[in-house]
C-alpha cells in the first residue's frame, strides 16, 4: 500500500456533507412540524381572525385601484398619498417636511395622522403594485393584528384560556370602534402594538416587585427591568409613527387603571412603586432619545401645529349612543348614524345587551383587583367621552361633562371626545375574558351559562362587510406616465381644478405617480387657521379660486391683463412646471378655454390638455 493512498476517517468528506444535509434538513423540517401541533390552536385563531379581516375588506380586493370604501372615500384619497410619500423613503427621497404637497410651503408629516411606520413597511407593496393595495393589506391587517395581539395577551400573560382569549382578542379587533374607524382611518386601527405596550408595563410591575413576604428572594429584577423598559421605549417610539392618537389614548387609559389598581393592592404599591416608577423614566429617557426631534419637528417646527383643530363640542359622543348598535353591525340600523358625526366614529356603539352582560360579569367575577381597574376605567374613559357637554338623544342637556376639565391643556384639549370610547373594547374584552375563564374552570351552572351570555351579547355587534364603490380610472395622463413629458419627477404639477380637503381627487394622481411630483393646496393640516393655529388644508390663490369656480358652475369667466398677471403670479408662487386638466374633469371644454386665456396656447399629450408654465 502506498503512503500516498487515502486513509479511511478521509476517504469521502464531501459525501459525509452530502449526507448531513439531508439529516439536517430533516431535523429543521421535524421541529417545524412539532412547532406547529403545539400551537396549532393559535394558529387557527389567527387564520379565523385574517379571513375575518378579509370578508370584512373584500370589496377592495377585486381590484384595489378601482374600489374604494364608499363611507369615507376623501380619507382614503388621503391615506394612500400618505402610503405613496412614506414609500420614498426606499429611494432615499422622504423628509418629515414633504414638498409633495401644498406647493411651495410643503406639509409637516408629524403634524399630520399619518402613518409613516408603517407606510416604510409597506413601501415594495407600494412601489410595486400601487397604494390602493397598500391600503387594502393595512385595512386588514390591522383588525387581524390587534385582535390576535389581544388574544396572545390574555392568554400568554393574563393565563386565560384560549375560548375566553379569543372571545376578548375578538371585540377588540372586530368591535363596532374598529370596524366603524377602519372607513380609511388606518392610524386609529393599528392597535396591534398596544397589547405590547400593556405586556411590557405588566413585565416591568413584575420585575419591581421585590417579593416581599412571598418567599421570593428580596430586591427587584433589575435585568428585567431593563429589558422592559429598553422593550417600551421601542414600542412606544414605534407607535408614535404609526398613530399617535392611540398611544395617548392608551397611557391615559393605562394611567386611569394604574391609579386604581394602586389603590386597591397598596402592598403592591408600596412594594414595588419606586422601582416601577425608575423603569418608566428609563424608558421615557431612552424613547426621547429618537422622539425628541421629530416631536419637537411637530410642534414647533416649520409647518407644525401645537394645537387641535377639531372642536370637542361637535365631536362629543351622545349618550344614548352607548346603548345603541352600529349600523356596521348585523343588529344595527341606520336609523343609529344620528347619533354620532360620521361612519367612521362608531366608537362608542356597544349595544345594551353587551354593556348589561359585562356589568353582570364584572359583579360575578367578584372583587379582583384587576376587574375593579376595569370598572374604573371603563367609567373614567367612557365619561371623557361625552365631551365638554351632555349629549342625549341628539339634544345638548346644558350638563357639563367631565371632559370640561381638560379645556386648555395643551396638545390633550385637542383629542376628539368621542374617539376616548374606543379604550372600551379592551376593557369590557377584558372584564368579559376573565368571567368566561373563571367559568370554564367551575363545575356549576355557569360554566355553560356564562359563555353563552358572552355570547349572546356578542352576536349583535358582529359587524358586516364595509361599503364599496368603484372609483373612476386614473387618466391616462398619469396612468401611463405622461405626466414626464410636462413636468420634471420632483417638479410640481398644477392638476384643473386643485385638491381640497372636500374633493381631494387629484391627489390620487399623485399617490398612482408614487408621488413623483409635487401639488398646490391640497387636503392636510396646517398653520392655515387665525393666529397660526390648525386649520384643514390651505387658503386657496386667486387663480385655483377661478378655475375651481368655473369647475363648480360651468361658466366661461371673462379674462383680461390682470386675470392673466395673477396666474402668471401664482404659477410662479407654486413653482409649478405644468398646468394640466384631463378630459374627466368637470367642464372639461370651459377649463380649456379659460386655461387657454390665461396661459396661452395648450399642448396634448394622452387624455390631457397641458400648459408649461
Not at 421541529?31 to 387564520?47: G, I, Q
Not at 371623557?384 to 357639563?400: K, W
Not at 358582529?462 to 414626464?484: C, K, N, Q, S, Y
Request: charged fraction near 15%; proline fraction near 8%; charge should be positive.
Amino acid at each position: 500500500m502506498s503512503s500516498a493512498a487515502r486513509t479511511a476517517p478521509d476517504t469521502a468528506p464531501d459525501q459525509a456533507v452530502r449526507l448531513a444535509d439531508p439529516v439536517e434538513r430533516a431535523s429543521r423540517a421535524v421541529r417545524l412540524r412539532a412547532a406547529v401541533r403545539r400551537h396549532r390552536t393559535d394558529l387557527l385563531v389567527a387564520l379565523v381572525w385574517v379571513a375575518l379581516a378579509g370578508w370584512l375588506t373584500h370589496g377592495l380586493w377585486p381590484d384595489p385601484g378601482g374600489r374604494t370604501l364608499a363611507l369615507n372615500p376623501e380619507d382614503q384619497t388621503l391615506y394612500e398619498w400618505f402610503l405613496a410619500v412614506d414609500a420614498r423613503a426606499l429611494l432615499g427621497d422622504f423628509h418629515l417636511l414633504t414638498d409633495r404637497l401644498n406647493a411651495p410651503d410643503g406639509v409637516n408629516l408629524m403634524a399630520n395622522t399619518t402613518i409613516i411606520a408603517l407606510g416604510v413597511l409597506c413601501a415594495p407593496v407600494t412601489l410595486l403594485f400601487g397604494a390602493p393595495t397598500s391600503f387594502a393589506l393595512l385595512a386588514a391587517a390591522n383588525l387581524a393584528g390587534t385582535a390576535l395581539a389581544w388574544y396572545l395577551l390574555f392568554h400568554r400573560t393574563m393565563r386565560v384560556r384560549r375560548l375566553a382569549a379569543a372571545l376578548g382578542g375578538g371585540l377588540c379587533g372586530f368591535g363596532p370602534g374598529m370596524v366603524s374607524q377602519t372607513n380609511s382611518h388606518l392610524h386609529m386601527t393599528a392597535q396591534w402594538l398596544v397589547p405590547v405596550i400593556v405586556w411590557l408595563v405588566v413585565r416591568l410591575l413584575r420585575a419591581s416587585d421585590p417579593g416581599e413576604g412571598r418567599g421570593q428572594p428580596a430586591g427587584p429584577d433589575r435585568r428585567r427591568m431593563i429589558s422592559s423598559a429598553a422593550g417600551l421605549a421601542a414600542a412606544v417610539t414605534a407607535q408614535v409613527f404609526i398613530g399617535e392618537e392611540v398611544l395617548f389614548l392608551s397611557a391615559v387609559t393605562l394611567l386611569v387603571m394604574a391609579v386604581a389598581y394602586a389603590f386597591a393592592d397598596r402592598n403592591l404599591t408600596r412594594r414595588a412603586l419606586p422601582g416601577f416608577a425608575g423603569g418608566l423614566a428609563i424608558a421615557a429617557g431612552l424613547a426621547m432619545l429618537v422622539l425628541g426631534y421629530p416631536l419637537w419637528f411637530q410642534f414647533a417646527g416649520p409647518q407644525g401645529v401645537a394645537d387641535g383643530m377639531f372642536s370637542p363640542a361637535y365631536f362629543s359622543a351622545d349618550l344614548s349612543s352607548w346603548w345603541a348598535v352600529s349600523p356596521l353591525s348585523v343588529a344595527g340600523s341606520e336609523e343609529a348614524s344620528r347619533l354620532t358625526t360620521g361612519p367612521a366614529e362608531y366608537n362608542t356603539f356597544l349595544g345594551w345587551p353587551l354593556l348589561l352582560v359585562t356589568a353582570a360579569c364584572a359583579i360575578w367575577a367578584g372583587r379582583r383587583r384587576l376587574v375593579l381597574a376595569c370598572v374604573v376605567g371603563a367609567l373614567v374613559m367612557g365619561a371623557l367621552s361625552l365631551g365638554p357637554e351632555v349629549v342625549l338623544g341628539g339634544t345638548r342637556t346644558a350638563l357639563p361633562g367631565p371632559y370640561a376639565l381638560l379645556a386648555g391643556l395643551p396638545v390633550v384639549d385637542g383629542a376628539l371626545p368621542m374617539r376616548f370610547g374606543l379604550a372600551l373594547l379592551p376593557i369590557v374584552a377584558t372584564v368579559l375574558a376573565l368571567a368566561v375563564d373563571r367559568a370554564l374552570g367551575s363545575t356549576g351552572r355557569a360554566r355553560r351559562l356564562v359563555p353563552l351570555a358572552v355570547v349572546a351579547a356578542l352576536l349583535p355587534i358582529f359587524p358586516t362587510p364595509l361599503p364599496t364603490a368603484g372609483r373612476p380610472t386614473l387618466p391616462e395622463f398619469i396612468a401611463g406616465g405622461h405626466w414626464r413629458q410636462c413636468v420634471e419627477p420632483g417638479g410640481v404639477l398644477v392638476p384643473v381644478p386643485l385638491p381640497t380637503p372636500k374633493e381631494p381627487w387629484p391627489m390620487r394622481w399623485a399617490a398612482a405617480a408614487d408621488a413623483g411630483f409635487g401639488l398646490p393646496e391640497g387636503f392636510f393640516i396646517g398653520p392655515y387657521g387665525r393666529g397660526g393655529t390648525a386649520a384643514m388644508g390651505t387658503f386657496k390663490q386667486p387663480t385655483s379660486a377661478l378655475l375651481a369656480d368655473v369647475a363648480r358652475r360651468g361658466d366661461q369667466p371673462a379674462i383680461g391683463d390682470e386675470q392673466r398677471r395673477q396666474a402668471a403670479k401664482d404659477a410662479d408662487f407654486w413653482g409649478a412646471s405644468c398646468v394640466a386638466v384631463t378630459d374627466d374633469a368637470p367642464h372639461a371644454a370651459t377649463l380649456k378655454t379659460t386655461l387657454e386665456q390665461l396661459y396661452g396656447p395648450a399642448t396634448r399629450i394622452a387624455d390631457a390638455w397641458t400648459w408649461k408654465v
